[in-house]
């Protein structure tokens, strides 16, 4: 079967395309023929060698894929040859074929796209964790969302919408802000030429935001958390805008705030059956048309250095997906 490979840590331009023996189930996985698979911005990062964990060498990028079951391992009774699922597996989707933790891998309706599955574990997986098991979103409460026309932005916005939130999207251009308000936005705050703190105080009427979704960090980070009303919530996702941000302290103290941890992979890895009943819901609300995946655009597995040159460069209105 043909895969991406990263064989040594680098840039993209690195990855190569290999034909490489077809895979056999261990115990408790799945084999997938990939149909579609979704870029993440993790995906640039573990090619690096800096991501929360790394594969052995060589290893196929690629943490979100929908497609075919293809053979089962031992002990896989959810799930038959021919099934059409959705599945993270951290990496490897970048290729013909994937293996998948079956603890990790879903039925598929035949009302939803391979694309839409695709572009869905990872972001909605994520953002659905976030909002839901660690900040405990309600409706009538405020959520701010940093880096909203992003993968797990689109998604934040919609979950938030869904959970009867009144939104917030912070982006870096008016552009990315038009499109965040046409799936469901409320407000918006341009952060390259508004003061982030100053407007979600204003937008608030000097209260602050109940939760805070960050993906982003870099100066972002503190500059919300100054914005965050009592007992707020901020949810540290990822630093996709660069640098990690460090705290000060007396800011949760003050605010009497929590900074939370938002880690997917460990989640679904240390709560698969919570994990299982997130999926239900998500499942569901794309059947319902309560929220939908937005596909920025398709690449074949052949442009893979172009794509991911796409998504760093900040241009990316929701979700690239590879269709093998």
């Not at 794309?286 to 597995?301: F, R, T």
């Amino acid at each position: 079967m043909k895969a991406v490979l990263c064989e040594s840590y680098g840039p993209p331009q690195n990855l190569v395309i290999k034909e490489i023996d077809a895979l056999i189930p261990d115990k408790g996985e799945v084999i997938i023929v990939v149909k579609a698979s979704g870029l993440n911005f993790p995906d640039t990062l573990i090619i690096e060698g800096k991501y929360q964990f790394q594969p052995d060498m060589p290893f196929s990028p690629g943490g979100e894929v929908a497609g075919v079951v293809k053979s089962l391992g031992e002990g896989v009774t959810h799930l038959k040859i021919g099934d059409r699922v959705m599945a993270g597996t951290g990496w490897g989707g970048f290729a013909e074929e994937v293996r998948g933790k079956a603890t990790n891998v879903f039925p598929l309706p035949d009302s939803i796209s391979f694309d839409q599955a695709a572009s869905t574990m990872m972001t909605f997986g994520t953002s659905y964790h976030a909002l839901v098991n660690r900040a405990e979103l309600k409706a009538g409460e405020t959520l701010l969302v940093l880096g909203a026309a992003g993968g797990v932005g689109t998604a934040a916005i919609q979950i938030g919408k869904a959970l009867g939130a009144k939104v917030i999207a912070a982006a870096s251009t008016d552009e990315k802000l038009t499109y965040c308000k046409s799936i469901g936005a409320d407000l918006t705050i341009n952060y390259s030429t508004e003061d982030l703190k100053a407007q979600a105080k204003a937008l608030t009427d000097g209260k602050g935001v109940d939760v805070i979704y960050d993906p982003i960090g870099d100066k972002y980070t503190e500059q919300a958390l100054r914005a965050i009303a009592w007992k707020g919530r901020h949810l540290v996702v990822g630093f996709a805008a660069g640098d990690i941000p460090k705290i000060p302290l007396n800011l949760p103290l003050l605010k009497g705030c929590s900074i939370v941890g938002v880690f997917w992979g460990g989640f679904f890895r240390n709560e698969p059956h919570v994990n299982a009943e997130n999926f239900k819901t998500i499942v569901q609300w794309l059947e319902e048309g309560k929220v939908e995946a937005q596909i920025h655009k398709k690449y074949p597995l052949e442009k893979v250095a172009e794509a991911m040159a796409e998504l760093t460069s900040k241009k990316v209105k929701g979700k690239i997906i590879f269709e093998p």
